[in-house]
């Protein structure tokens, strides 16, 4: 594998950089919005199932 020039190697770094396209400010918002929602539901969901997984396992048990 050939040395590279870490100095190169900076330049094209930042003329990678600088064609990416970046996100706006709305849409960072409205992603991070959407992702804590998400977050939210996901808990609510496995919250429910533990619980309910729970129950079903403490009635199994209680039953002689």
Do not use: G, H, Y
Request: proline share 3%; net charge positive.
């Amino acid at each position: 594998m050939a040395a590279m020039n870490p100095l190169k190697f900076l330049q094209e770094v930042r003329q990678e950089t600088s064609k990416v396209t970046w996100p706006s400010r709305n849409e960072t918002l409205i992603s991070t919005v959407m992702v804590l929602v998400m977050v939210a539901l996901a808990s609510i969901f496995f919250l429910a199932a533990d619980q309910i997984i729970a129950w079903l396992v403490q009635l199994m048990l209680s039953i002689r």
